[in-house]
Every structure is written in C-alpha cells, then in structure tokens.
C-alpha cells in the first residue's frame, strides 16, 4: 500500500543525535539529511560513531537524545513500521550459523511477512550464491556473509538501503564487483547510505557526505560542494613557465602560483581562468595543457579531522580535530 | 569466488509493503531454530534416556524397592503405569527445570551472542512480537520435553510390566486405562510450575544477555529455593515457594481429586510467571542492541 507520508519524506533525517554511555560520548549531536536519489558516504575512522549512529537510525538502539527518521516516521516510535521500505545491516551482517543461506532467507521473508519469498532465488543469484545456497552459513567465508546480507537486504526491495561498511573484509575483486552493485542499485532509484572508512570507495560511490570524526559531524554535503571547499585549482603547462608565472602574478583573481615538476599550479575560479589564457595569448606564451584540479576526498578529509589516511587509503583511529577544520559541526 | 552481484539484478521492483506477520509465524521460526540445534536435542536425550535407565535398572534389581516410602515405587512391578508417576515424582525437582532452562535461558541470550537480534529485528517484526514468540517456544519445549519423558516413561513401563491398574495415594484402585489419563493430566498440571520457571530463564536470558549465566541462574533459582524449603523455621514460607509447586500434580492421584493444592499452584506460579514475563517484555522492549 503506497503511504503517502513516506512517499514525501526524506529518507533519512536526524536531528541533534546523542548517545551516550556513561561518561562517553559516541555520537554528539549528528544531523543527517539523506535526499531521495542519494549515494550518501558516512565517513570516519574507525571508533568515529557511524555503526552507532546507524543502529539509532534502524531502532537498534534509543538516542539518549535527538531523533532520526526514516522516510519520516522515528523507529523509537513507529517500531518495525518505521522501516517499510529500509533494508541494510550494520557491522557484518549476522545470520543463523546452523540454518542454510536459503533457509536464513526464507525466515527473514517470513518476518517481512511472506511476500518476499519469492524473490529469494533471484536475491541469490544476484550476489551469486545460488551454488552454496543450501549449505550452512556456519561454513561461509566473511565475503560470503556480506553477499548474503546484501541478498538480506534486497528481499525488502528497499527504497532505503543502508550499508555498514560493506566491502570490508573483502578481497579486490569481491570490493569492486561490491560498488558496481550499489552503483547499479543506486542507478535503479535505490537511496543508499553507505558507512565507509575508506576514502576510495566514498569518492568513488558517493554523492553526498558526512565526514564524522569523534561523534560529531565537520562536514556534510555534497561531494562537489566539498572539493570546491578544498579550492578550485589549475594546473598548466606552457611554452615558458617563467614568463607564464609572471603574467600570472600580474593577473586579478589568480592565486597561490606556484611551480612544480608537474607544471604550474595556481587557484582561481573560471572567469579568471579565461582572462589568463587570453593574457598568456597576448605574452607570446603557448599553452600546452591546462587542466581543473579538484582537492581529493583524501586531502580534505585530513584537513576536516587531522585524520592520516592509511596506505589502502582507509582511516584508522581517531586523532583531535585540526585547526584546519573548514566546516564547524551543526 | 570474490564477485558480488556479477549478474545483473532484476529491476528493482518498488519497495515492498511489507506485511507485519502473526506471532504464530515468528513462533513457528523460532521452533525452526530450535529443531536445527544440536542443543535442543541434548534436553530431549536427557528426558528420554533417564526413564529408560530406570526402568532398565528396576529388571535388573528384579523387585521392588524396599521400605519405599511412595506407593507407587511398591507398585512397580504391579503396573507399568506405576513407572510414569515414579518418574515424574524424580524429575520434577531437577532433570525436567534443568531440561526446560536449557533453552529458555538461551532463547534470547544466544541471539545476542550469535549477532542475530540486530537480523531479525530490521525486518517487518515488532519486538513484542518477537518476544512473545520466543517465551512460546521456549514453553513448547519445556512442555514437550516433559511429555516425551512421560510417553517414554509409560511406554517403557508397560513393556515391562503391563498395563494394569493402579492404587492411589489414597489407596484406591483406579483401572489402567483411568491410570493412563490420571498420568497425562499430572503431568499437564507439572507444566505449570515448570512454566514458570521458564518465564524467569526468559527473563534471565534477556536482561544477562549471557546463554551460560542464565541457564545456571535459572537453575539456580530451583535449587536455592529447594534448599529455603530445608531450612528449619522457614516453614511459613514453604506454600509460596515455587519448588513446594513441583508436587502440586499429586492432588490428582488422590481419590477424590484433591484440587486445593493445584489451584494454590496456580495463583502462586501466577505470582512468579506474571512479574517475570513482564519486566522481560520491558527489558527486551527497551534494551539496546548494539552487539554483533
């Protein structure tokens, strides 16, 4: 039955979302606005607040306070009718050790009412586990048990699907062929929120973000929104550097020239950009390339939270935040 | 195989409405669940193997236990129905809580443990719902273990001493096939304390969120108030315990049935069960799920 309610609503909304254990403080005032349509990255090292927060969203656990909606019904007080139309797991997804993939899957059908029982061979043939689909998932290997809960979550035919972490412990391939599901998904109308401490994969999915660092969100927004925070920058390279970052210096709106072994950088926004061809032009300088480039999600995520990639390019452990924070919480 | 989703999905269909299903059909899961585990049948081993080795034992002795001190423990080899009231007269106090605890202090706790709740509970289920459906399994196990120990305990008898009738505490003669209904209704009415029992392993499950802790803590109950029921000026006390309960099914083998102690059993495991099940239900309903 269409619910005219969620129909209009944002998939995700939180508004000042606190947890608190005793004196620690794991989740401190998070807003979240997940639009229809998004590939949403919840960025954040390790110990950030993303799986806790991900649990108050789904009802897992009460916000000590705040609030969050799902196509704007609170799982606090809507219970399971707050998640029509959400699927997903936080953490590893977990299932029954002792019953096969399929049995797991047809029990999850029958919680979801029956009607999804049907779509369980296609669900096991889309993460392409229709092979060890009457094996025991005791047995199953950890990128198994992600395929599975992706299967899980498809059963629902999610408008929402929410997606803890889900290529960790996977092996290239399997991360790979794990974005191009939710691309496609994504591509299919499905709003995706996707925790993720590795930046790759953030970059290379997401729309929007929310880099959270420590329980509190620095940034959230689009990904374009981001970078350009990060500055608009150029890189050239001409038939003379020397004379080229000279006319340069002498141009409005060009900043922060510098040269480099890969040409010349500099910042500046397009209007500007145009007037300095013209003047290299006019200087008897020829331009040999020039291309925009943007701050990667990496740069601007240290910047945000004084966080150091690891060497896959994922985060690890929480550091205090930088001065160079560009984007205050709230 | 490393690939996910090589093959291409169907088109996603709209969202799903999906349905919030009946608590029988969580419930009917949740017997799923208990039929693949080796565990469940560890309890089933217990009341089946238990009436046979006594049973096996008494033909070996070849007579009856001498100054028995129950009439049906004279009546042995009399009656093969003798042997199911002997055998639940034995297991009430210990084998059949410790077989019922089994589960009822792991329904939930092996859920927190496995990761599971967090499954279970994103889908179209309310937590009453679930809870209501595990407290039912957790009695249908109780419930049927006792009856499987029962079915063994007369069929065993029978084949070794016949279907004969049988005197009664009172020392009236009920005929076999009275006998037979006198044993399966005696052990209907144990099932009451014994559900008892099981809402508390059901709420020491869910608020210990430890299998381990809270089979042993609702074990634990039965023994510490069994040892209460031995300590000399308690006596006052011993109506209310829930051990003194165990016994309440002898009304019945009395002539006429003496329904006193059963309907004090009754209103007295009403006492026990109803705040158990309650404050489970409140904590389950409240309770974060952050493990797995």
Redesign the interface.
């Known amino acids: ?1 269409s619910d005219p309610v969620a129909e209009e609503a944002q998939p995700v909304r939180a508004r000042g979302l606190v947890k608190r254990y005793s004196e620690v403080v794991a989740v401190d005032h998070v807003d979240l606005n997940v639009r229809r349509g998004d590939v949403y990255g919840f960025l954040g090292p390790n110990g950030a607040g993303k799986t ?1 927060t991900l ?1 108050m969203a ?5 916000p000590s306070d705040g609030a969050v909606e799902l196509f704007g019904r609170d799982p606090m007080r809507a ?3 707050a ?17 096969s993939a399929r ?1 797991n899957l047809e ?2 059908a ?7 029982r049907a779509a369980i061979g ?1 669900a096991l ?4 586990l229709t092979p060890r689909a009457g094996h025991r998932v005791g047995g199953y290997s950890h ?1 198994m048990r ?2 599975l809960g ?1 299967a ?1 979550a ?1 059963l ?4 929402l699907l929410i997606l803890d972490e889900p290529a960790t412990g ?5 991360m790979r ?2 974005r ?2 939710i691309l ?2 994504a591509a ?3 709003t995706v929120l996707l925790s993720s401490h590795q930046l790759p994969e953030v970059q290379e999915l997401c729309n929007r973000v929310a880099i959270v660092n420590r329980g509190r969100v620095v940034y959230e927004g689009a990904m374009s929104d981001l970078r350009r925070q990060g500055g608009a920058g150029y890189r050239m390279r001409t038939t003379d550097d020397d004379r080229a970052i000279a006319i340069a210096r002498e141009q409005d709106g060009i900043e922060r020239v510098a040269r480099d072994e890969q040409g010349i950088g500099f910042q500046a926004d397009e209007h500007h950009v145009g007037a300095l061809t013209i003047a290299l032009g006019a200087g008897g300088v020829g331009i040999l390339s020039l291309a925009p480039e943007l701050a990667s999600l990496e740069d601007l995520f240290f910047r945000l939270t004084g966080e150091a990639p690891t060497a896959d390019g994922g985060l690890d452990g929480a550091a205090p935040p930088s001065d160079g924070t560009l984007v205050e919480a709230r | 195989m490393s690939s996910v989703g090589a093959a291409a999905p169907a088109a996603i269909a709209p969202a799903r409405a999906a349905r919030r299903p009946p608590v029988r059909t969580v419930y009917r899961w949740e017997l799923r669940k208990l039929a693949s585990q080796k565990r469940t049948y560890l309890g089933y081993g217990l009341a089946v193997l238990l009436p046979v080795i006594f049973v096996v034992s008494q033909l070996i002795r070849g007579h009856p236990p001498r100054n028995a001190d129950s009439i049906f423990a004279g009546q042995i080899f009399e009656s093969g129905l003798a042997t199911p009231v002997l055998m639940l007269t034995f297991l009430a106090p210990f084998f059949l809580p410790l077989i019922a605890s089994l589960v009822a202090g792991d329904i939930v706790a092996a859920e927190d443990n496995n990761g599971t709740l967090k499954t279970i509970l994103t889908r179209s289920v309310d937590r009453g719902q679930v809870f209501a459906a595990k407290a039912l399994a957790a009695a249908t196990y109780g419930a049927s273990a006792v009856f499987l120990s029962a079915a063994v305990a007369t069929g065993a008898g029978i084949a070794a001493w016949g279907f004969h009738s049988v005197r009664t505490f009172s020392d009236s003669v009920v005929s076999a096939s009275e006998a037979l209904l006198l044993v399966f209704a005696a052990n209907a009415f144990f099932l009451i304390p014994l559900l008892t029992l099981v809402s508390i392993g059901v709420l020491l499950s869910t608020a210990t969120r430890n299998s381990a802790a809270a089979i042993v803590g609702t074990l634990g109950i039965t023994l510490v108030l069994a040892i209460v029921a031995q300590i000399p000026g308690l006596e006052g006390l011993h109506p209310y315990l829930l051990t003194q309960q165990y016994f309440a099914w002898q009304g019945l083998l009395r002539t006429p049935t003496d329904w006193s102690p059963i309907l004090h059993s009754l209103w007295v495991c009403a006492l026990y069960a109803g705040p158990a099940l309650i404050a489970g239900y409140l904590v389950f309903l409240r309770r974060d799920v952050a493990g797995g």
């Open positions: 039955m806790t649990r789904l009802g897992l656990i009460v219970g399971a009718r998640l029509r139309g959400v699927a997903g797991f936080v953490e590893a997804p977990r299932f029954y050790p002792y019953l049995k029990l999850l029958a919680l979801d009412g029956g009607d999804a296609e043939e889309t993460v392409e990128g992600q395929r992706i899980a498809l629902r035919r999610p408008q996977l092996d290239p391939a399997g062929d794990m191009e599901l496609r998904l299919e109308g499905i």
